[in-house]
């Protein structure tokens, strides 16, 4: 069966500092793959989506970066941290029906 | 671009049935699918209506009109572990509505 590992879980990280999140799935080959933050109590943004190695689609301009060296690993990045930036951050792989959400990272940038 | 709408918070009683709406707006439409989250973690999966009809599994069921842009998440036998915030989502890129909190009351 598929699954999709996220980490850390937890992260808190000062202005200016550099962030990696990264997520990998297992059971499936070429996903579709997602990244989105949640504020608290809102809804989830769309952030950037991959639908192969080396194809990022941004979503919305922002602090944030994706990469994706590996089939199955897809990276968010950012040079400098903001404030804003932080929030509850998923990773998802997607099928044609359903997304699969990792456990999530939750960010406070201080 | 693509927007979807739900109700921001509905509250229904212990037993009951409660309807939550979504309309969307969006180009290249390929279906609607519907997500559980509960505080603290992540969305789970509920359900997805590609054609327009009724989808049922177990006590949950969504309902998709394609004419009308519109879909809705029935939810029957309401249990208080029902209480949580429920998403629509439109595919093919998959765009998730705000999200619709659902109080229960015993």
């Known amino acids: 069966s598929q699954t999709i590992h996220q980490w850390p879980a937890t992260l808190v990280q000062p202005v200016g500092s550099p962030l990696s999140l990264e997520c990998t799935v297992e059971g499936t080959s070429n996903p579709n793959l997602y990244w989105y933050r949640q504020a608290a109590g809102r809804g989830l943004q769309l952030l950037f989506y991959s639908v192969g190695i080396g194809q990022i689609s941004s979503e919305v301009p922002q602090n944030l970066s994706a990469s994706r060296p590996q089939d199955r690993q897809f990276i968010l990045s950012s040079k400098k941290l903001l404030l804003s930036d932080s929030g509850f951050y998923l990773c998802?792989?997607?099928?044609?029906?359903?997304?699969?959400f990792g456990q999530g990272t939750r960010l406070t940038v201080v | 671009g693509q927007s979807l709408e739900q109700p921001s918070e509905v509250t229904a009683v212990e037993g009951a049935i409660v309807q939550i709406n979504c309309t969307y707006q969006t180009s290249g439409f390929y279906g609607l699918s519907w997500y559980q989250q509960h505080d603290g973690g992540a969305p789970t999966f509920l359900s997805y209506n590609g054609l327009d009809g009724l989808e049922e599994t177990g006590r949950f069921s969504s309902f998709l009109s394609r004419s009308d842009s519109y879909g809705y998440l029935l939810l029957q036998e309401l249990q208080m572990k029902d209480s949580a915030s429920y998403f629509c989502?439109?595919?093919?890129?998959?765009?998730f509505g705000k999200g619709t909190r659902l109080h229960i009351l015993p």
């Open positions: 989502a439109v595919h093919d890129k998959i765009i």
């Open positions: 998802a792989w997607a099928s044609r029906y359903e997304a699969f």
